[in-house]
Nanobody, 122 residues
């Protein structure tokens, strides 16, 4: 499967942004999907995930501010980000897991999108 992330941009602190990740192929509904982010000079970190059964899990740093969703008819997973902070600045990546790996572990994902840059100004 190929993943294409989009929707990143520049936003002021306290603002909102919705990034999306479109997948190719007809098996999207069978994948667990996740969002990770990587800030300059830092390792890639887990943001949130949504399973093929629509179970969701979030990192503590974004819980209550970010919402992950998926539309299987559109082969797309979304990340709605509210109350953004400068420390949310990063390249955001979506991943697809064909198995039953741990959703918060990057190594569980078989495919990755190219990433979309989110910059939050103070």
């Amino acid at each position: 499967v190929q993943l294409q992330a989009s929707g990143g941009g520049l936003v002021q602190a306290g603002g909102s942004l919705n990034v999306s990740c479109a997948a190719s192929g007809r098996t999207f509904r069978s994948y667990n999907m996740g969002w990770f982010r990587q800030a300059p000079g830092k390792e890639r970190e887990f943001v949130g995930c949504i399973s093929r059964n629509f179970w969701k899990f979030y990192a503590d740093s974004v819980k209550g501010r970010f919402t992950i969703s998926r539309d299987n008819a559109k082969n797309t997973v979304y990340l709605q980000m509210n109350s953004l902070k400068p420390e949310d600045t990063a390249v955001y990546y979506c991943g697809a897991d064909s198995g039953n790996g741990l959703g918060n572990i990057a190594g569980s994902y078989d495919y990755w999108g190219q990433g979309t840059l989110v910059t939050v100004s103070s």
